[in-house]
């Protein structure tokens, strides 16, 4: 795009190569200030001085973005000066500062700091966390936003443990890499002037942290080594009380904190704590749409087991008329070799039925056998021979047993029908000559321990929206090949009976992880 005129050496001298259009943009309408070491002059005539020198507050550009079908974006100025044109002021002409769509140059103007502050304050307030955003993605890019308005080298989101004993880094983002890192932790009885201090103050405001009483305990530990020298943290309140701190944290000489940045670095935190509960919410509503759901499979299970039993019994007597009939015509002497197979048709038809009913009825009433104290690593190893004779095609069924002596609350029948049936699904899902893994390890859970019975393939996978439906009676992607729909309900009952829980995880192409939690029986 060509420009009318040359650049004027102060619009020359704000020119930065960036990545793309869109951050330069999103920079523009933040009204965030270069870092005078990013910006070098474009002239080598002309000495490179910082933006802004000599403009007053009304001097200052506020640039407007405006947009058309053109092959650019314009950036356009209400009124600019030129303090290098001997004191002649041009605030009749725009400036010819422009987006370059080929070459993605910047050139702009620096806002007025107070009104930067405000448009950064806007832009975060508007980062919501939703289905398409998680907390941790608004935590990204809320710090980023932050030490380019502030111009600080670090930004750091910071919470309480459980038990108010450590402070965790949930994010920190170092803007001399442009990166984030988590994970970092503070045991705050290390700090006892420091926790005192986010407890009574809306912020600490620390002009030289390594000198100031409420920070000069960090300075060994956490300030030189990264060499911070000024300090700005406002508390996170949650209910009411502390919940944690965003740090805002400068390198270099020590600098001293405006009332704007302090007023700019408290109404983060508060945005901050708003998308906390933001997400807080949602976790709440994805727990309670999951209970309901499962309240609604119980539910159904509750009210299929009592139909199977009523009816059960008399259907059960009915198959055996059929399979003694067809049996005595397999017996016969003198029929046709036809009419032998369609008995041996019917007989294998019955054989199915007895078992679909038997399954139906375990659904409803439970098992026959009272559970039993047992080992899961011995059932598992005891079945190898059995899981092996499953595969078919080149597949295989490899054991990793990782729980030795972890005993499970089960009857035996029942363990061992889980277990075929998780391997049978793994199977039947897996391409030819791949693997199925069956293994077992202990983990600590929040109150008690559990044994995790874990089956994976290397199959198609399930998406998300079947995943939901796989443990409900009946509902089988595998119908058009047989499949009748029981096989994981009757998994999803046995460890619903043993106290158990199951974890699916699973992407298209992916394959399939199925894994069974069993408390491990103490004592």
């Not at 107070?114 to 993605?137: F, G, M, P, T």
Request: aromatic share 4%; with cysteine; proline share 6%.
């Amino acid at each position: 795009m060509a420009l009318a005129e040359p650049l004027s050496p102060l619009v020359t001298d704000a020119r930065l190569q960036l990545g793309g259009v869109d951050e330069a943009a999103e920079e523009i309408a933040t009204g965030v200030q270069m870092s005078p070491a990013l910006l070098a002059p474009a002239r080598p005539d002309v000495p490179h001085r910082p933006l802004g020198v000599g403009l007053g507050p009304r001097d200052q550009a506020a640039c407007v973005r405006r947009s058309s079908g053109s092959a650019g974006s314009a950036m356009r100025c209400r009124s600019w000066s030129n303090p290098w044109s001997n004191g002649a002021r041009q605030s009749a002409e725009p400036a010819p500062v422009a987006l370059h769509r080929e070459t993605r140059y910047l050139v702009r103007v620096v806002q007025h700091p107070a009104s930067a502050l405000e448009a950064a304050r806007l832009r975060l307030a508007r980062l919501a966390v939703d289905e398409k955003q998680s907390l941790e993605r608004v935590f990204a890019r809320s710090t980023r936003l932050i030490a380019r308005t502030l111009d600080i080298e670090r930004v750091g989101i910071w919470l309480f443990d459980d038990r108010r004993e450590e402070i965790c880094c949930a994010c920190l983002y170092e803007r001399r890499t442009d990166t984030h890192g988590t994970g970092a932790r503070l045991v705050l009885a290390d700090f006892p002037r420091y926790r005192a201090a986010l407890e009574d103050l809306r912020a600490v405001v620390a002009n030289d942290a390594r000198t100031d009483p409420l920070t000069s305990e960090l300075a060994g530990s956490y300030l030189e080594p990264h060499g911070i020298t000024s300090m700005l943290d406002a508390a996170l309140f949650r209910h009411g009380e502390v919940a944690g701190v965003v740090c805002h944290e400068h390198v270099g000489p020590p600098r001293k904190w405006t009332e704007a940045e302090i007023g700019f670095a408290e109404s983060v935190a508060d945005i901050v704590a708003h998308a906390m509960e933001q997400a807080a919410h949602i976790e709440a509503r994805k727990a309670l749409e999951e209970f309901a759901r499962k309240t609604e499979l119980d539910r159904r299970m509750a009210s299929l087991g009592r139909v199977v039993a009523a009816v059960a019994h008399d259907f059960s007597n009915l198959l055996m008329i059929v399979q003694v009939r067809a049996e005595q015509i397999t017996a016969l002497d003198n029929v046709a070799p036809a009419a032998v197979d369609y008995a041996r048709v019917i007989l294998d038809t019955v054989r199915r039925s007895r078992e679909l009913t038997r399954q139906l009825a375990e659904l409803g009433r439970g098992p026959e056998e009272p559970p039993q104290e047992l080992v899961l690593d011995e059932v598992v190893g005891a079945a190898d021979d059995l899981l092996h004779a499953m595969a078919r095609d080149g597949r295989q069924v490899v054991l990793t047993l990782g729980a030795p002596g972890a005993r499970v609350s089960l009857d035996r029948p029942s363990l061992e029908r889980l277990l075929a049936n998780l391997v049978l699904n793994a199977l039947e899902a897996s391409p030819p000559g791949e693997p199925v893994n069956v293994s077992t390890t202990t983990v600590n859970g929040e109150d008690r321990s559990y044994v995790v019975l874990r089956v994976a393939d290397r199959g198609h996978g399930i998406d998300e929206d079947t995943r939901p439906l796989i443990f409900e009676p009946y509902f089988s992607t595998r119908r058009k090949v047989g499949g009748c729909g029981l096989g994981l309900a009757i998994v999803h009952v046995t460890a619903q009976r043993a106290g158990g829980f199951i974890d699916v995880e699973s992407a298209p192409g992916e394959g399939t992880t199925v894994a069974v939690h069993l408390p491990v029986v103490t004592g």
